[in-house]
């Protein structure tokens, strides 16, 4: 079974700082990692997606996570934070079957 | 080109009641996957289903089915209705139906069911 944790239910920045957004993940296959992008009223936007290969993945809107499997982590950062990147966001694992098991998400606040 | 939409947006049942959502994929898309989102949480896996045929199931009571039409569109049917179920559900295609690892997953806005 694969399940993901996501550290911190909230998160405050502020505009033009570092966003960093944690990830562990628990899987007993090689995993599938993912990060999407929840706006409000609106459904679930791919960010980034890691399957084998480059363990640092780039995704849309200047985000990134980097594959550690020593520390079973898939964190999602970003170097400056803009007003537009509040929003929630939710890291999702998959192995070889048919489910996307998400975490409970974090809510990114972004101050002036 | 559209994404995936899904109707009604909002929805407003009873106790007891059947709710159908319904769900049009992507142009080209093959495979719907539903999933559902209560407050405060990250969706959870419903079903998915390729070419009309179930391909997998989540830990959801038999009070859920789903069916895939000839033209791919979907419907996810709700019956006997309780307060737990007011959610947010959300479709979602792809391209083919090998799951979310190889095939990646496109969601609709949701349709938003509140049980009264």
């Known amino acids: 079974a694969q399940s993901v944790t996501q550290l911190g239910s909230h998160v405050s920045v502020s505009e033009g700082a570092l966003v960093l957004l944690r990830c562990n993940y628990s899987s007993s296959v090689p995993p599938y990692l993912f990060w999407y992008v929840q706006y409000p009223n609106q459904g679930l936007q791919l960010l980034l997606k890691y399957t084998t290969g480059a363990t640092l993945v780039k995704g849309i809107n200047g985000f990134e996570a980097e594959f550690k499997k020593s520390e079973t982590s898939f964190h999602l950062t970003k170097p400056s934070a803009h007003m537009s990147d509040a929003a929630e966001y939710f890291c999702a694992v998959s192995g070889a079957g048919y489910a996307l098991n998400f975490g409970k998400g974090t809510s990114l606040l972004v101050t002036p | 080109d559209a994404g995936v939409t899904q109707s009604p947006t909002h929805l407003i049942k009873t106790r007891g009641q059947h709710v159908t959502l319904r769900c049009s994929p992507i142009?080209?898309?093959?495979?719907v996957s539903w999933y559902q989102q209560v407050l405060g949480q990250g969706p959870q896996f419903i079903f998915q289903?390729?070419?009309?045929?179930?391909?997998g199931r989540g830990n959801f009571p038999d009070r859920f089915s789903a069916r895939q039409f000839p033209n791919y569109s979907s419907e996810l049917n709700v019956n006997a209705l309780l307060l737990g179920d007011s959610a947010l559900y959300l479709c979602?295609?792809?391209?083919?139906?090998?799951?979310?690892?190889?095939?990646?997953?496109?969601f609709g806005n949701g349709t938003r069911l509140t049980v009264t």
């Open positions: 289903y390729y070419e009309k045929e179930e391909r």
């Open positions: 142009s080209g898309h093959k495979s």
């Open positions: 979602a295609s792809s391209l083919e139906g090998q799951g979310p690892s190889y095939s990646p997953l496109h």
